[in-house]
């Protein structure tokens, strides 16, 4: 098969499995929400960022360092795969132990016994991590399609249950659980691959040398995107936590189903061409087109729409998250700049410049945050969308230098589109407020969508934009 069919029918079978496990988890979330509380989400966000450590440490560098390494034997994914499962071990460890103490930081007893328990995943994802690599590697999501979304809708259902048996905050607790055992054990029957008894020094030195920089910046990464968690649960209520992590989710709908999926995709395939910056240009920019072409007008009108949105889909005691929801939109539209320039650096094997970048941007969070604590949270988030600014033309500077993509070409390259959204968002605004007039929150959502994607589309085709014929061509042509 050649590059461009396994590029396309991979990408076909990441978008079915990241469209099912979005669909399955929003359904999910859905239902939650009318049932629970915001301050029990609430306090589930406040372990969040202990969970997204522990993650990222089990779906490390070394893991990527299987994807992008050529000439692996089994002595390679076992050398990994025990890793793995011995910082699993470590790390639940360590939250054992700790779960009481941050317990008492939130002030929140039950987090003690919620922090056990959830984080059990750490162990059981660290027996499938290998072999979800391996599947990676060879551009094989129908597979990972197939092992998903039965264990989301499993796991789902599961919580939906224990809500409403009255289970409260643990239903959201045993249904993301069980849905990591699900999912382990379909990643061990489908993958057909199991370790042997072998742990390589050398081969592991090799991987660590590539992997642990790349560790370090993603776990900085995970720490400083859920610092404002910690800092929102500890000086204020569970249920601002609770409306932080609603907006923050429903931003994170439409980037993850777009971005995160073109991720698995674009990263083994960059490592293909790694070597032809000419062709590794072309095939960037045209796909950072193509993605912002789609995700900023989502954004756009999500964001306009917010109000009847929320109280249409999670009811009025949810309507305190749409101003959040609104600002973190625009980091939202953002976010596909910076993860597709930091892949460039990732398939060059730069991550020694990986973590130097990181570094740099923590930095400027952690003041942004020092500044904006004592102010509230809205002026907490707008720091978020200026450091979010900053980011992306630290991130575009070594795209720059290495395939000549530069931050001001990418920002002409996108331009148009932002401008066409916040457009035809502006006149959505203005409709739905002035002439629609409408007390049915579905009639606003459903006109107000219709009407915006039609003035998109419409004047995208009419102003002749390149980006709109390769989604076409992507679509319908393959």
């Known amino acids: ?53 522990g993650n990222t440490l089990l779906h490390s560098g070394l893991n990527k360092s299987l994807i992008r390494s050529e000439d692996l034997n089994n002595e390679d994914y076992s050398t990994i795969f025990y890793y793995n499962l011995i910082v699993s071990l470590i790390i639940y ?7 009481p103490y941050i ?9 003690t016994g919620i922090l056990r328990i959830y984080c059990l995943s750490f162990i059981v994802t660290a027996f499938s991590a290998v072999q979800l690599a391996r599947l990676t590697k060879k551009l094989d999501f129908k597979t990972q399609t197939i092992i998903s979304i039965p264990s989301a809708i499993v796991g789902g259902g599961i919580g939906i249950y224990m809500a409403f048996a009255g289970y409260g905050v643990w239903s959201l607790v045993w249904s993301s659980l069980f849905s990591s055992i699900l999912n382990t054990v379909q990643l061990w029957i489908y993958s057909k691959w199991s370790p042997e008894l072998c742990f390589n020094t050398h081969k592991f030195r090799s991987h660590f040398k590539y992997g642990y920089k790349l560790t370090i910046s993603e776990l900085l990464d995970k720490v400083f995107s859920n610092i404002f968690l910690i800092v929102i649960g500890k000086y204020f209520s569970p249920a601002q936590v609770g409306f932080y992590t609603r907006a923050e989710t429903m931003k994170q709908l439409p980037v993850n189903n777009l971005t995160n999926a073109l991720d698995r995709v674009t990263f083994p395939l960059f490592v293909v061409i790694q070597n032809d910056d000419v062709q590794l240009k072309r095939v960037y920019k045209k796909l950072i087109k193509i993605v912002v072409f789609v995700l900023t007008p989502v954004l756009t009108f999500l964001a306009v729409l917010a109000e009847p949105t929320f109280s249409l889909l999670f009811t009025d005691k949810w309507l305190p998250a749409v101003p959040y929801f609104q600002i973190l939109c625009i980091t939202g539209v953002l976010l596909p700049l910076h993860s597709y320039n930091l892949n460039i650096l990732n398939v060059k094997g730069r991550s020694d410049l990986f973590l130097k970048i990181e570094v740099l941007k923590k930095g400027l969070i952690l ?15 707008i720091g978020q969308v200026i450091i979010s600014i900053l980011a992306f033309f630290v991130n575009a500077q070594y795209t720059g230098k290495f395939i000549g993509y530069s931050a001001i070409q990418q920002l002409k390259d996108v331009l148009p589109t932002f401008l ?22 579905i009639v606003r959502v459903l006109m107000g969508g219709i009407i915006g994607l039609s003035l998109y589309l419409l004047s995208a085709f009419l102003l002749k934009f390149e980006s709109l014929n390769e989604l076409y061509n992507l679509i319908l042509k393959k």
């Open 367 to 381: 003041i942004t945050l020092l500044i904006t604590v004592r102010l509230g949270i809205i002026p907490m988030l």
């Open 93 to 99: 460890f360590l939250i054992f132990i700790t779960a």
């Open 103 to 111: 317990a008492i930081f939130y002030e929140q007893p039950k987090l």
């Open 1 to 53: 098969m050649s590059l461009k069919k396994q590029a396309t029918f991979g990408l076909v079978w990441t978008y079915a499995q990241q469209f099912g496990n979005q669909l399955v988890g929003f359904g999910v979330s859905i239902i939650l929400a009318r049932l629970l509380t915001p301050a029990e989400f609430g306090l589930i966000g406040m372990i969040a960022i202990f969970v997204a450590v």
């Open 420 to 441: 066409l959204s916040i457009i035809v968002g502006a006149l959505v605004f203005f409709l739905d407020r002035y002439q629609l007039n409408s007390n049915f929150d």
